[in-house]
């Protein structure tokens, strides 16, 4: 079963070696050398990595095998993808971006509870498809903190004002349709000579004569020619609405229809070719009830100076005065650690479950109003929590602006992102010892 990878977050899929780490030392008598497939900057990529991450694409298109590219332009797809994800952990680590224990043991938890089975589990899946659980977990890590990364950068480049969110919505409510696309990119680096630009030109027009004869399918050409990072996704965007959209390209995707494919596109990443795959009305969207509580808390932390133990019999302490009567406002102003509401005795105000994470909501959401909880533990430290009251909520308005946020967000970081990615690549020393030098380009012949 490999339904846990579609589950893992994306790094999960390309694990990666903690031995990897360093130059890998002569092996004892008996072992098998580990070959390097590139070096990145300081840090290697072993044979071994990539041989698991082509495994996993390959369990990924059992069955549709034709539509990969041949294995040595599949090895260097995903040999350069290994190489993004060590470049970004190295740049997160430089940057003081972190992901600890905690967090990774929460990500871990999610994918096992998305597939329905418990860690152990998911451990002994791992080990029958040939990864051990301790290469699974750095990857996690690994995942998490090019999120981490990856946020850091959206906040300090990337803005939505509130007149672009309203502009937004007035034209969904004008036409509420979404489209869902996927594209081919034949990339350009910045400052592309008139050479370079005419060589890309020639390989997008190639790729879209192959396409108007019929002799490949979108995404099995996506897979084979694009240099878009989601290529082995057959270069799936996924659903968007207009507001998603460069303002360029807005008129050509509301004319085509579905299963078209764009004539070559200049854009600021080099040439594009879009397809349109679907399309669907999102204009009538019922409305969004939810439940949102109202709760108090009083909270210990867990950190270098307060160890689990000294914060577990503290809250222990402060569950006993209370169960004797003592005043919970009182007790959170005095003894509480969470500076945001420690002033108003502990009140976090009205919420969704899933607002402070899934160990705090659980728990308030098992209470009844009134009720106070026993010490819980979550990843910033041990909690007690006294539930004052629940709602049901309208959100449909909130929620389809804070969509509308995202999407204008997510549009402009794309751009930004992997025009960071290139000039990451660009910046770094990188010895690809596998696969072609050169990959194959379409031919319009």
């Known amino acids: 079963m490999k339904k846990y990878l579609a589950c893992a977050l994306a790094a999960a899929m390309f694990t990666s070696s903690v031995q990897a780490q360093q130059t890998p030392q002569a092996p004892i008598q008996g072992q098998t050398i580990d070959g390097i497939a590139a070096i990145v900057d300081e840090d290697v990529i072993l044979r071994s990595e990539l041989e698991r991450a082509i495994a996993n694409i390959l369990a990924q298109y059992g069955g549709r095998e034709g539509q990969l590219p041949p294995r040595e332009v599949l090895e260097r797809q995903v040999l350069e993808r290994l190489v993004l994800v060590k470049l970004q952990v190295a740049r997160a680590e430089g940057t003081g971006v972190r992901a600890n224990n905690q967090e990774v043991d929460a990500a871990i938890?999610?994918?096992?509870?998305?597939?329905?089975?418990?860690?152990d589990q998911l451990s002994q899946?791992?080990?029958?498809?040939?990864?051990?659980?301790?290469?699974?977990?750095?990857?996690?890590?690994?995942e998490l903190m090019i999120q981490k990364l990856r946020q850091r950068y959206a906040q300090s480049r990337v803005s939505v004002s509130d007149a672009e969110i309203e502009a937004a919505m007035e034209a969904q409510q004008s036409g509420g349709a979404q489209y869902h696309l996927a594209h081919i990119l034949v990339a350009l680096p910045d400052g592309a000579t008139p050479e370079q630009i005419e060589t890309a030109q020639r390989k997008i027009e190639g790729i879209k004569a192959l396409l108007d004869r019929g002799e490949m399918d979108f995404a099995a050409a996506a897979v084979r020619y694009s240099d878009s990072p989601n290529a082995l996704e057959g270069g799936d965007l996924g659903w968007r609405s207009l507001d998603e959209i460069p303002n360029a390209f807005m008129q050509?995707?509301?004319?085509?229809?579905p299963g078209a494919v764009s004539q070559p596109l200049r854009g600021p990443s080099g040439f594009q070719l879009l397809q349109m795959v679907e399309t669907r009305d999102a204009s009538a969207v019922p409305d969004q009830m939810v439940t949102q509580y109202k709760?108090?808390?009083?909270l210990i932390r867990v950190d270098e100076n307060n160890s689990d133990a000294e914060a577990k019999a503290e809250i222990d302490t402060l569950a006993a005065r209370l169960a004797g009567g003592a005043d919970f406002d009182t007790l959170a102003r005095e003894q509480s650690q969470d500076l945001n509401s420690k002033a108003r005795g502990g009140d976090l105000g009205w919420f969704s479950a899933d607002a402070f994470g899934l160990e705090f909501g659980g728990q308030v959401t098992r209470l009844a109003d009134g009720q106070v909880s026993a010490p819980f533990r979550t990843s910033t430290g041990w909690h007690i929590v006294e539930r004052t009251g629940s709602r049901q909520t309208n959100v449909t308005d909130q929620n389809r602006r804070n969509q509308v946020a995202e999407t204008i967000?997510?549009?402009?970081?794309?751009?930004?992102?992997?025009?960071?990615?290139?000039?990451?690549?660009?910046?770094?020393?990188?010895?690809?010892?596998?696969?072609p030098q050169t990959a194959d380009a379409a031919s319009g012949g």
């Open 109 to 119: 938890a999610n994918i096992a509870g998305q597939n329905g089975i418990s860690i």
């Open 295 to 298: 709760a108090r808390h009083i």
């Open 125 to 142: 899946q791992l080990a029958r498809d040939g990864t051990s659980y301790e290469e699974f977990r750095q990857s996690v890590r690994e």
């Open 252 to 257: 050509m995707v509301r004319d085509m229809s």
């Open 409 to 435: 967000g997510r549009r402009k970081l794309e751009d930004e992102w992997n025009r960071f990615l290139r000039e990451l690549r660009g910046e770094a020393f990188v010895d690809l010892r596998v696969g």
